[in-house]
């Protein structure tokens, strides 16, 4: 995977964050496990069914995480290059509501569910509400994440709330996020 330099630039800054997010953009290195993240397969996975497995992007990922310690959750924006239409992506995700995956030893389930696409100024849109249940040792981690994809271009725009409680997502801060990195995007 190539870093792109470009990509940075288009993310929103730290303090574009919702107030009670802590922002911080990662560095080359930990993006891509951040992105590995954000869909619950690592990369190296071993992924029932196969055709499940996330397409390479062509550049990225760039990634800025903001945090919210006292309710054990993240805002995470991820953009990456794509030579791939979002409709790829959202046919995939139709196609593979429960995907298992193992890894080191662990497996997970991960469900995802679609849900209306919000109406931005971008060349397509998707919504998804994702769990990854996983199942190592007696305690298994279970992740929620309420996630916002926009296409512009060649770049995709992921923006994901996620929480390792069953709380409700706070809507209003990946909304507010998600427009804003969206119009950052749009202005190049």
């Known amino acids: 995977m190539q870093?792109?330099?470009?990509?940075?630039?288009?993310?929103?800054d730290p303090s574009q964050f919702p107030s009670r997010y802590a922002a911080v953009t990662l560095p080359v290195d930990t993006a891509g496990q951040a992105a590995g993240d954000l869909d619950g397969i690592l990369p190296g996975a071993q992924i029932d069914p196969a055709t499940c497995a996330p397409s390479a992007p062509t550049a990225g990922p760039a990634v800025s995480v903001g945090t919210d310690d006292s309710a054990r959750a993240t805002l995470t924006v991820e953009l990456v290059r794509t030579d791939q239409p979002l409709s790829t992506l959202r046919d995939q995700l139709q196609r593979c509501g429960t995907v298992r995956v193992g890894?080191?030893?662990t497996t997970a389930t991960i469900t995802t569910e679609m849900d209306p696409p919000p109406p931005l100024n971008a060349d397509d849109t998707l919504a998804l509400r994702r769990t990854v249940q996983s199942e190592s040792g007696s305690a298994g981690i279970t992740r929620h994440m309420q996630t916002l994809l926009g296409q512009i271009g060649n770049v995709r725009i992921?923006?994901?709330?996620?929480?390792?409680?069953?709380s409700k997502a706070d809507?209003?801060?990946?909304d507010t996020l998600f427009t804003t990195a969206v119009s950052k995007v749009r202005k190049g």
């Open 158 to 166: 992921n923006v994901t709330y996620m929480s390792f409680t069953d």
């Open 103 to 105: 890894h080191s030893g």
């Open 3 to 12: 870093t792109d330099s470009g990509l940075a630039r288009l993310l929103p």
């Open 171 to 174: 809507t209003e801060a990946l």
